[in-house]
């Protein structure tokens, strides 16, 4: 079993960090930045064990059929959603993460 990202979601992560920053959620890019690393290393290491649900089609319409979700709670506040789709390549199982959102911007999409 593998997790992966696409390209975009590098970028989004990579964004966050900034955002997260310069917004004042966290007092210091290094904390903001932990927290963004954090959250990927909770995806890749347990999204295969995770519960998934099918995703709405308002999110397979942008980023492709087959898609599912899952949550990752992080504090009382902020859930984050990863998107992703499972598939086989070489008899080993992928699972491609395609989009990550928190709860203040797609929970209402679900």
Do not use: C
Request: net charge positive; proline share 4%.
């Amino acid at each position: 079993m593998k997790v992966v990202t696409t390209t975009e979601v590098k970028e989004y992560l990579n964004d966050l960090i900034t955002i997260l920053y310069e917004k004042k959620y966290f007092g210091y890019e290094d904390t903001a930045k932990k927290y963004v690393n954090d959250l990927l290393d909770d995806i890749i290491t347990t999204l295969p064990r995770r519960m998934k649900k099918p995703a709405p089609k308002s999110f397979t319409s942008i980023f492709g059929d087959g898609l599912y979700y899952s949550v990752f709670p992080k504090n009382k506040r902020t859930s984050w959603y990863a998107f992703f789709r499972v598939y086989r390549k070489n008899g080993e199982l992928i699972y491609q993460v395609r989009y990550i959102g928190n709860n203040h911007t797609v929970a209402k999409y679900l």
